[in-house]
């Protein structure tokens, strides 16, 4: 971790916090302990400020967005009956369920033809009749339709179950899939580490040291990925801190991960909801900031800190621009998978709706690619600070 020179320790008004913001401006990597104390600290505008200093230290003031569409090929899912925080997947008869054809995947996909649309994020369920053959022919008509956009597709949860159904090693349905076109990987299905937390809310899917290795077998290939926590749940904050330290090690070994993205848990139409008497609830706006910030100082050998609107607001996006935040999620054109839990953000965010809302934050505004190199900036035109978030 660089040393963060612009930290004012008169801003911290937890006593607690004043060794781990020495830390933070000597650059010396925090313990399990120091983010564990950061997780409950009561003073989440000084937990903001060491933050958004070290976040200032690496990227100034400018925050990155990609322009990308999101499809989701299959909600067909074998675990729809055990991972019960998920409200999106159905099984192969059930009302609702579907997968998409070859030609319904190009359709939807048409719409980047005269769009800004540099990006494919493409994740669904695990479906049996989704396998190796079902990604290849379609990784490749994208390819062939739109050379110009990159393919971000399939969690490692995903990755498992082809290798799981095609008897293949994970690194032989890599190696595939970025013959037919894979770029990257998206960093979704880690939820939280813990295996207590996961014998709650998904006891049958891939482990989190499995998920650790599908992305160690990525790095390997140079396939670099993004990496997520499902916070919000049953986890505690132990359990958080365990999975980012995981994260941290992988990240030690490889430097595969390009960025790293908190996911909040919606608890509207899922099971688990309704179990811990959550429906019509969600996660707090401060435990959304904590989650930010805290991935900021801990995660220190990983650039990038992404806030996903969809999940949270724009409005608590914008706020999280002051919490160690320098990227956010892109245009996206159509989300499905959040929606189906309770989001009820919009499901698209126009160009000039995300240069408004960085820009109000006192950012400046660059749209990046997949691997965060700037494709273009903003910062010529003038702040719109007033009434920013829509």
Not at 27 to 49: K, M, P, S, W, Y
Request: aromatic share 6%.
């Amino acid at each position: 971790m660089s040393a963060v020179p612009n930290i004012h320790l008169d801003r911290l008004r937890d006593v607690a916090l004043h060794p781990i913001g020495e830390k933070v401006r000597l650059g010396e990597r925090l313990t399990a302990a120091d983010a564990i104390t950061l997780f409950r600290t009561a003073d989440v505008l000084g937990l903001g400020h060491l933050a958004d200093a070290a976040n200032h230290a690496k990227h100034g003031d400018v925050v990155t967005f990609a322009s990308n569409q999101h499809i989701n090929p299959t909600n067909v899912c074998v675990l729809r009956k055990t991972c019960v925080f998920c409200g999106y997947a159905r099984l192969p008869k059930e009302e609702g369920a579907y997968r998409y054809s070859l030609e319904q995947v190009l359709a939807e996909a048409a719409q980047a033809t005269d769009s800004m649309t540099r990006e494919f994020h493409i994740v669904g369920g695990l479906d049996m009749q989704a396998g190796l053959a079902y990604y290849t022919t379609m990784f490749r008509a994208l390819k062939a339709a739109h050379p110009q956009v990159h393919i971000k597709a399939l969690t490692a949860v995903e990755i498992a179950h082809i290798a799981r159904i095609e008897k293949m090693s994970w690194t032989d349905v890599l190696i595939a899939l970025r013959e037919a076109g894979l770029d990257t990987m998206p960093g979704g299905g880690a939820e939280t580490f813990s295996a207590a937390v996961r014998d709650v809310i998904a006891d049958k899917k891939l482990g989190g040291a499995d998920y650790i290795n599908v992305h160690h077998a990525a790095h390997e290939l140079g396939i670099r990925t993004n990496c997520t926590m499902l916070y919000g749940h049953v986890e505690t904050i132990e359990d958080r801190v365990e999975h980012l330290t995981m994260l941290r090690d992988l990240q030690d070994v490889t430097g595969g991960f390009l960025a790293y993205i908190p996911l909040a848990y919606h608890p509207d139409d899922n099971e688990l909801g309704v179990t811990l008497g959550r429906q019509g609830t969600s996660t707090t706006g401060m435990d959304d900031l904590r989650n930010l910030a805290v991935g900021r100082l801990f995660l220190d050998n990983i650039s990038h800190i992404k806030s996903h609107w969809i999940m949270v607001s724009p409005s608590l996006t914008q706020i999280s621009l002051a919490f160690g935040v320098n990227d956010i999620e892109g245009t996206v054109v159509r989300e499905k998978i959040y929606h189906a839990v309770g989001a009820t953000t919009k499901q698209g965010m126009t160009l000039d709706e995300l240069l408004r809302l960085i820009r109000g934050a006192g950012k400046q505004p660059a749209e990046r690619d997949s691997f965060y190199r700037i494709l273009r900036s903003f910062d010529d035109a003038p702040a719109d600070v007033v009434g920013a978030a829509a």
